[in-house]
Every structure is written in structure tokens, then in C-alpha cells.
T-cell receptor, first 113, second 114 residues
């Protein structure tokens, strides 16, 4: 069974600092990878996705992620964060013909002034 | 507006009561699923459906039933509520079984079982 590990449960940063949220997955087959964001008391919103092709994926709100097959990682980055980026971020994987989306446990990003 | 609509947004149940969480989408998506979100646990798949008349179990199906009589609707039934079912429930849909287009989530139902 596939699994997703988000290495940090909480990441505090100051405004305008860079941030990296780490995600590793386990799967022996090709996968599709996603990052979702959840603002307080809201549902999940798709931030970006990797399906195939270029390993550097750009998403909304200035976020980007890099797929590294050899390290089975899909880390999320932003060069300069804003207060409004404070939210919980979930990494997720969908495998080949499998119909299930497996989520990590989430990383709470807190941006302080 | 197109999207996934969940009702109710909040619900308090007594142990042993039953209820149905409603989920409807107007995007003609074939794939629909139910997740529960608990602190520190991420989202866990309860049940999913790949089309009308077809459902299957996810990671945590015990205590829940689903049916899919139409493409648009995918209700989740709690048969006999237990305090362990206190959670936030999300419905999601996608036009692709692999989530190629990304999954669209509803705004959630916050359920408390006392």
C-alpha cells in the first residue's frame, strides 16, 4: 500500500522568508502527486499537481514543487511567504489505476509578522 | 456556482442515532469519495464511487454506508453514531479516477457525537 509522509507537522516562519514543506511517498509504480491547502474552517483547495513531464511544477499563489523520483519526494516551496499563506498543507498521492487518493497527515504553516 | 455541496455544515448527534450526510456535485464527475479529517491524522478515505451504482470501501469504512443512485449524489449514512465518529467529513469529486484533474472538495460537515 502506498503511504505519504509529511516530515514536519508544524512550520513557523516569518513573513517574506522562504519556506519548504517536505513530503515523501512510498510506491513502486508511477504515481500522481498533489499538494492541497486548507485555510481555517474551509475545505481543501488544489495548490498544484505533478502528473508527468517537467519535474518542477508551478501552482497557485507562487508555490512550486519538485518531483524527485530517486528520492521519492515532492517538496513544496515558496521563496517569500505572506501572512495569508498561514494554513494547513497536505501532500497526496494517487497511484496508477488505483482509485484512492492517499493523504499525508498535514503540515501547519504559520507565518508570523 | 459549480462545485461540491455538502449539507449540513454542522450536526450534533446522540450516541446510537443515525443520520445521512448529503453530498451533491454539478460537474458531471464520475468519481466521488468521502473522507474524514481528524487532528494529526490527515484525511482518511471512508468510501468511494467510480460511477452510478458502483461503490467500494476505503481505509475506514466501518460504521458507514454509501450508495450512488445518480451521478450527482453520494450520501454517507451513519448507521448508529458513536463518539469515535466525531470528525469533520469531506466529500470530493473528480472527472478522473486518478485525480488527474485534481479533486474538488466540499466545505465539510462538522459532526459531533455525544
Amino acid at each position: 500500500a502506498q503511504s505519504v509522509t509529511q516530515l514536519d507537522s508544524q512550520v513557523p516562519v516569518f513573513e517574506e522568508a522562504p519556506v519548504e514543506l517536505r513530503c515523501n511517498y512510498s510506491s513502486s509504480v508511477s504515481v500522481y502527486l498533489f499538494w492541497y491547502v486548507q485555510y481555517p474552517n474551509q475545505g481543501l483547495q488544489l495548490l498544484l499537481k505533478y502528473l508527468s513531464g517537467s519535474t518542477l511544477v508551478k501552482g497557485i499563489n507562487g508555490f512550486e514543487a519538485e518531483f524527485n523520483k530517486s528520492q521519492t519526494s515532492f517538496h513544496l516551496r515558496k521563496p517569500s511567504v505572506h501572512i495569508s499563506d498561514t494554513a494547513e498543507y497536505f501532500c497526496a498521492v494517487s497511484k496508477g489505476s488505483n482509485y484512492k487518493l492517499t493523504f499525508g497527515k498535514g503540515t501547519l504553516l504559520t507565518v508570523n509578522p | 456556482n459549480a462545485g461540491v455541496t455538502q449539507t449540513p455544515k454542522f450536526q450534533v448527534l446522540k450516541t446510537g442515532q443515525s443520520m445521512t450526510l448529503q453530498c451533491a456535485q454539478d460537474m458531471n464527475h464520475e468519481y466521488m469519495s468521502w473522507y474524514r479529517q481528524d487532528p494529526g491524522m490527515g484525511l482518511r478515505l471512508i468510501h468511494y464511487s467510480v460511477g452510478a451504482g458502483i461503490t467500494d470501501q476505503g481505509e475506514v469504512p466501518n460504521g458507514y454506508n454509501v450508495s450512488r443512485s445518480t451521478t450527482e449524489d453520494f450520501p454517507l449514512r451513519l448507521l448508529s453514531a458513536a463518539p469515535s465518529q466525531t470528525s469533520v467529513y469531506f466529500c470530493a469529486s473528480s472527472y478522473s479516477s486518478q485525480g488527474v484533474g485534481g479533486y474538488t472538495f466540499g466545505s465539510g460537515t462538522r459532526l459531533t457525537v455525544v
